[in-house]
């Protein structure tokens, strides 16, 4: 590989001059002529039969054009079909017969303006019989507890248990057996556009959605089986996107409703969800519950660990699975250990449908394995930092769930962020209240998560020299389109400002599978965009070679040029290759590029397999001081490595590290989305739900690892959900060392250090 | 700008509108508006500036920021009618002729643009901030803009374009 030019370096985004003038344009933006506006009747029982529905009233009302109810949905949806692909299967419907937590859909208006169809569902009419509702998954997995599925015992959704190596006998080999509990709670995550949903048939009967959902595609492939619709005449627009973190993947919901409702309206229809309604149906993360058991030799070799995992699935339980999966695989990669058990149950509770909100799962287990790696080493008086580096995976190693590592820079994310800090001077040896914590992540790069988990680009040289990316990779506000267009720009020789990126309209573009689980974007769209625009090169060259008479090898590509290399004032602009292969040749210059990674799906019941075809890794290492009066936590210093392969935007890249732990200490300190016991959420409002302000976030460093990910696209890997993996794990370890005291349950609060302090205070004044 | 608006819609209930005069990005727009309209409403509907965004509409996120004489208000929360005689600046004013101001050119330079949902209102509230000091410490900074939420950047960049367009901040990398 030559020298790179445009890719390695930090370019200004290539949306920014939109956003910054406030041009760019949202789906909350879209209004299309004649338009409805939707409002939604959502369930005031978390848990109740629903007797009847009368809607009579609210259809007679001036201003109202439609109203549906559960029983406007198809009949018979295709759900088994779907079943196999989409892990379980939510309703996607209006309640029919019961609702099972409060906010679910049982009616919808649309209507000529929003107060209207606001009013008119007041003069809906529901009766309901309450029933006792859960929200606790333990509880909720007890003898007696209200059962949320007819057809789920103790509300256990899904339950699976795998098993490693010899997990008993590596307990024997141990020294020492640290046996704890970590939670994590229920948190939303906040996109800050809401859900918006826009429906418009036209006089053919073609549907056209517009949207800020984090997957087109799924919706595109499953909505014609659910509304009846052929493929074809259906198609998704998406315009710029007010951030997506995981919510609602795949949710279908809104778009039943809307199509139903445009098609009884014949006219289009907006659904946009209040604040309220994102906390309450939108897709909270899980809570998870790790009951955790590590078996260790005294020199620090892990043995032997045993996992148990409960998450909330929420009222339907969707893709609690698939998070269960990908959140274990990794936390078990992540260490050498040979011998590892796994034991994981999603279980029904009264709460809205949970979701992945960024990185896939991965956030309560994570935070269960590396706070008891802390503990550990305290436990055996060893370094954190040296019992991580006794035991992580390395690159060339196959791990004990199959992942192949073909690249990692851990040791040195490890060492860039404790050198940092000032790891070795200060820990243990701070001045009181003062400490420094660390801890470790991996993630996947991209995943294989369905038969399908390529990527499709094309790229097309314009007659004017200009460069257009054709692909169906998205942009939710992480900087996709910047970094794919700098692989275009740099393979084609031309400036980031000569790229221009294809609407994302499903009807348009290649079909993609999304970010999922690892925002893969940059590693299966980088390398298709540069597949494809090496061959729209190799067309380039072709014409060109034609046009002035000599072979295509005989050239160059040099300031926009087509040159002859042995003769430089021989040159043709691409410009003009481009206008003559599509005026005269009738040709257009137009390269396509396919990656298939080669990889495999987890093994569903083992969850072994090299599901990704690189992984991410991190480290961290973080500073506090905690006030001992207060319980309150002051993050001095935040160090997060990042090994992503190569920086493709290293401004973009820094991004992504820093935003993600800003983020992530909302849930780790701040956030808790609270229900009270009749199961309503108590804090749906950004001013009792707190989100972490620029006064909560402390400074961040990041440091980017370069370990060059043979299967990426010029070395690089995923790095936009990684760096909130770890970060729980080192606060708590930073707060231990000021103070003296373990938070095993998140989010770590003033409250729970005093409790913590005040009991250690009890013990060592207790009475020997 | 969106006109068209403040003709007699022929309505089954009693006119209420009143008439509003208001300097909106360096422009005088006299309108009719209901007493109950926001100023965010005003904007996005009536005028079709739709660069002041909405969030929450409860003065939670700071997303629908604008200047109301010079000073930062949540747009969501303040009545059209009251900003009478005032003048108003969105962030669609603040480019002049097609040039950036200084605090747009500086977020795109720094990154400290990402889903971008906030930005409006982070770059007016950065611009009151250094209108009155033009070289906040990051304390400073911090502290003005701690009621604009924003989800995707840890602030990091933003804090560092802010401080740089106000000439104390370090320069964008290359
Ligand atoms: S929309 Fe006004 S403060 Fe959130
Ligand atoms: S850039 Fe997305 S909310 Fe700030």
Redesign the interface.
């Known amino acids: 590989m030559g020298r790179l030019s445009v890719v390695g370096t930090s370019l200004p985004r290539v949306d920014a001059w939109d956003k910054v003038t406030g041009r760019a344009e949202y789906a909350f933006d879209v209004e299309l002529p004649d338009m409805l506006h939707v409002k939604v009747l959502r369930s005031a029982y978390a848990h109740a039969r629903i007797l009847s529905v009368d809607t009579s009233k609210a259809q007679g009302l001036p201003g109202v054009r439609a109203v549906i109810t559960g029983a406007d949905m198809p009949k018979d949806p295709p759900l088994e079909a779907l079943r196999n692909e989409l892990y379980a299967v939510p309703p996607f419907s209006l309640a029919t017969d019961k609702a099972r937590y409060t906010g679910e859909e049982i009616a919808a208006v649309a209507a000529e303006d929003e107060l209207t169809a606001e009013e008119a569902l007041q003069w809906i009419r529901v009766e309901y019989e309450p029933l006792p509702a859960v929200i606790d998954p333990e509880e909720a997995m007890k003898p007696g507890a209200p059962q949320i599925h007819d057809d789920a015992e103790n509300n256990i959704q899904y339950e699976n248990r795998t098993e490693f190596g010899d997990v008993e006998k590596g307990f024997a080999e141990a020294d020492h057996v640290f046996e704890d509990r970590f939670s994590t709670q229920l948190v939303h995550p906040c996109t800050l556009e809401r859900t918006v949903c826009i429906a418009a048939f036209d006089s053919s009967g073609y549907l056209t959605f517009y949207d800020n959902s984090i997957d087109p595609y799924k919706q595109s492939r499953y909505l014609p089986k659910l509304l009846g619709i052929e493929p074809s005449r259906l198609r998704i627009v998406q315009k710029a996107i007010g951030s997506n973190f995981g919510a609602l993947q795949g949710n279908l919901t809104p778009y039943i409703m809307c199509a139903l409702l445009a098609k009884k309206a014949g006219r289009p229809v907006k659904l946009v969800y209040t604040r309220e309604e994102e906390f309450i149906n939108a897709g909270p993360r899980h809570m998870g519950v790790c009951y955790l058991r590590t078996g260790v030799k005294n020199d620090g070799t892990v043995t032997a660990r045993d996992i148990r995992l409960i998450t909330n699935a929420g009222a339907y339980g969707y893709l609690g699975p698939a998070m269960m999966t990908s959140g274990f695989t990794p936390c078990a990669g992540l260490y050498r250990c040979p011998n590892v058990r796994f034991e994981g149950k999603c279980v029904y509770t009264n709460t809205a449908v949970t979701s992945p909100y960024r990185s896939f799962g991965i956030v309560p287990p994570a935070f269960a394995m590396e706070s008891m790696m802390n503990i550990i080493a305290e436990e055996l008086g060893m370094d954190p930092v040296a019992l991580r580096l006794k035991n992580i995976t390395r690159q060339g190693d196959v791990t004990v769930v199959g992942q192949e590592i073909s690249s990692s820079g851990l040791p040195e994310c490890i060492e860039k962020t404790v050198a940092h800090i000032g790891w070795k001077e200060k820990r243990g040896r701070l001045p009181p209240n003062r400490g420094v914590g660390m801890a470790c992540g991996m993630f996947d790069s991209e995943v294989r998560n369905a038969p399908f988990a390529g990527s499709v680009a094309y790229v097309k040289l314009l007659e004017d020299g200009r460069v257009k990316v054709i692909s169906g990779e998205f942009e939710w506000g992480q900087g996709s389109r910047t970094v794919l267009s700098q692989i275009a720009a740099e393979e084609l020789g031309v400036p980031l400002e000569s790229v221009l990126f294809s609407e994302l309209d499903t009807a348009a573009v290649p079909y993609a599978l999304g970010p999922y689980g690892g925002g893969p974007v940059t590693l299966r769209g980088g390398n298709a965009v540069r597949l494809a625009a090496v061959e729209a090169r190799r067309q380039l060259f072709a014409v060109a070679a034609g046009m002035l008479s000599v072979g295509p090898d005989d050239l160059e590509l040099k300031d926009q040029k087509v040159v002859v290399r042995d003769d430089p004032v021989r040159a043709l602009s691409s410009a003009q290759v481009a206008h003559y292969a599509k005026f005269i040749l009738a040709e257009e210059i137009i390269g396509r590029g396919h990656f298939e990674p080669d990889t495999v799906m987890r093994d569903p019941k083992t969850y072994y397999g090299n599901y990704s075809s690189g992984y991410t890794f991190t480290a961290q290492t973080v500073e506090v001081a905690v006030d001992p009066e207060t319980g309150q936590v002051r993050i001095l210093d935040f160090a997060s490595a990042i090994d992503l392969g190569k920086a493709i935007n290293p401004m973009a890249a820094d991004g992504q590290n820093e935003g993600c732990v800003g983020q992530e200490l909302g849930p780790i300190l701040l956030e808790s989305l609270a229900y009270d016991k009749q199961g309503r959420v108590v804090n749906p409002n950004l001013v009792d739900y707190r989100l972490p302000t620029a006064l909560d976030v402390p400074p961040i460093t990041s440091f980017l690892v370069e370990s060059h990910e043979p299967h990426g696209p010029y070395g690089a890997k995923a790095c936009g959900q990684v760096s909130n993996i770890p970060a729980a794990a080192a606060l708590a370890g930073a707060i231990y060392d000021a103070v003296g005291v373990w938070i095993k349950d998140q989010p770590i609060t003033p409250d729970k250090i005093l409790r913590a302090l005040a009991e250690k205070e009890k013990r060592e004044h207790a009475p020997a | 700008m969106g006109g068209g608006v403040g003709g007699g819609v022929g309505q089954d209930v009693a006119d209420t509108r009143k008439r509003l005069t208001v300097t909106v990005n360096g422009r005088q727009c006299s309108l009719m508006v209901e007493p109950n309209r926001t100023l965010l409403e005003f904007l996005r509907e009536d005028l079709g500036?739709?660069?002041?965004?909405?969030?929450?509409?409860?003065?939670?996120?700071g997303?629908c920021t604008v200047l109301v004489d010079g000073r930062p208000v949540y747009s969501c929360l303040v009545l059209a009618v009251d900003c009478q005689g005032k003048d108003v600046l969105?962030?669609?004013g603040?480019?002049v002729d097609g040039r950036?101001h200084p605090l747009?050119q500086a977020?795109?330079?720094?990154?400290a643009?990402?889903?971008?949902?906030?930005?409006?209102g982070m770059?007016l509230t950065a611009k009151a901030l250094l209108d009155e000091n033009p070289a906040p410490t990051?304390e400073e900074?911090?502290?003005a803009?701690?009621?604009?939420?924003?989800?995707?950047?840890?602030?990091?960049?933003?804090?560092e374009a802010i401080r740089a367009a106000g000439g104390t901040g370090k320069p964008?990398?290359?």
């Open positions: 500036l739709t660069g002041a965004r909405e969030a929450c509409d409860t003065g939670g996120c997303a969105t962030i669609e603040l480019a950036l747009q977020f795109i330079d720094h990154g643009v990402q889903c971008g949902f906030c930005t409006p770059i990051d900074v911090r502290e803009i701690a009621g604009n939420i924003c989800r995707c950047t840890g602030y990091v960049k933003i804090i964008a990398c290359t």
